[in-house]
């Protein structure tokens, strides 16, 4: 049986090291994911032209991915792929995740962020919360691999402070949000308040990454 590991980082550097450490451990891209919001243009580099794109998949033909401050890294993060997700705005995405998104195959939308989540595994209930996790600027990296493995990418992932999802939307929830809407407007980040503590403090052992049984068909 496989399983996918999910955990949510604040900043990209930290999914960054976290990924750079799954390869590490012998993980393949095959077998990792990454969803990152882009909102900060940190890749894309014909902002103009994407801006006025009619399609998500017109979005991601007209987007070079710069590197941003992943430039020159090889493996997973030198095939991030940009585009644009109904309610989060632009994303780049990698792996099985971002091929169930569209983008890593053909450019084209396919679904929804909620749909490429559930179809990992996760349930609804939580892909909600990684929904708006990415929409407020976070990255997901996720892992999907037989269940003998899931120790090591648990352990791998949780060296890099991912937040705490329960935590995190305990905090939105006080604020008003409920759930993740893909027909609202993107977030504005102009707005948004310093996200609350989610992350691990060094040397703890706390797990915040989370395991799922992967449905049968593929990713």
């Given at each position: 049986?496989?399983k996918?590991?999910?955990?949510?980082?604040?900043?990209?550097?930290?999914a960054?090291n976290?990924t750079?450490?799954?390869?590490?451990?012998?993980f393949?891209?095959s077998?990792?994911?990454?969803?990152?919001?882009?909102?900060?243009?940190?890749?894309?580099?014909?902002d103009?032209?994407?801006?006025?794109?009619e399609?998500?998949g017109?979005?991601?033909?007209?987007?070079?991915?710069n590197?941003?401050?992943?430039g020159?890294v090889?493996?997973?993060v030198?095939?991030l792929?940009?585009?644009s997700?109904?309610?989060?705005?632009?994303?780049?995405?990698a792996?099985?995740?971002?091929?169930a998104?569209?983008?890593a195959?053909?450019?084209?939308?396919?679904?929804?962020?909620?749909?490429g989540?559930?179809?990992?595994?996760?349930?609804?209930e939580?892909a909600?919360?990684y929904?708006?996790?990415?929409?407020?600027g976070?990255?997901?990296?996720?892992?999907?691999?037989?269940?003998?493995?899931?120790?090591?990418?648990?352990?791998?992932?949780?060296?890099f402070?991912?937040?705490?999802?329960d935590e995190?939307s305990?905090?939105?929830?006080?604020d008003?949000?409920?759930?993740?809407?893909e027909?609202?407007?993107p977030?504005?980040?102009?707005?948004?308040?310093?996200?609350?503590a989610?992350?691990?403090?060094?040397?703890?052992?706390?797990?915040?990454?989370?395991?799922y049984?992967h449905?049968?068909?593929s990713?």
């Amino acid at each position: 049986m496989r399983k996918t590991i999910v955990a949510v980082y604040d900043t990209h550097q930290e999914a960054k090291n976290a990924t750079e450490a799954l390869n590490r451990e012998g993980f393949s891209d095959s077998e990792v994911s990454l969803v990152a919001s882009d909102h900060k243009r940190e890749y894309a580099t014909t902002d103009v032209v994407a801006d006025h794109a009619e399609t998500a998949g017109e979005k991601a033909g007209h987007w070079a991915i710069n590197g941003g401050l992943w430039g020159g890294v090889a493996g997973l993060v030198a095939g991030l792929v940009g585009m644009s997700l109904p309610g989060v705005g632009p994303v780049v995405v990698a792996g099985p995740l971002g091929a169930a998104l569209g983008g890593a195959i053909t450019g084209a939308l396919v679904g929804g962020i909620l749909g490429g989540l559930t179809g990992l595994g996760i349930p609804e209930e939580e892909a909600h919360v990684y929904a708006e996790s990415i929409r407020r600027g976070g990255t997901i990296v996720s892992v999907t691999i037989p269940e003998e493995r899931v120790d090591l990418a648990t352990r791998t992932l949780d060296q890099f402070h991912p937040v705490d999802i329960d935590e995190r939307s305990a905090s939105w929830k006080k604020d008003g949000w409920s759930r993740f809407d893909e027909s609202a407007n993107p977030y504005d980040h102009s707005k948004a308040l310093a996200v609350p503590a989610g992350g691990v403090s060094a040397g703890t052992s706390t797990r915040r990454s989370r395991s799922y049984g992967h449905p049968d068909a593929s990713v």
